[in-house]
């Protein structure tokens, strides 16, 4: 299922984005995450929205 799918890419973004590697997100982990979501928004649902 694509929740499935989605964990498994949290986890491997969770793993990039933990900058320091203490398992923990920190303010400056989000943020990083935040930007890379971001992108991946602007260019995953432009894309969706012109299927639909």
Do not use: H, P, W, Y
Not at 17 to 36: C, F, K, P, R, S
Request: hydrophobic content about 45%.
């Amino acid at each position: 299922s694509n929740v499935l799918i989605c964990l498994d890419i949290s986890k491997a973004l969770f793993k990039a984005v933990d900058q320091n590697g203490n398992g923990e997100l920190d303010l400056t982990d989000v943020m990083a995450l935040a930007a890379i979501i971001n992108k991946l928004n602007s260019r995953f649902g432009s894309g969706a929205q012109k299927q639909a």
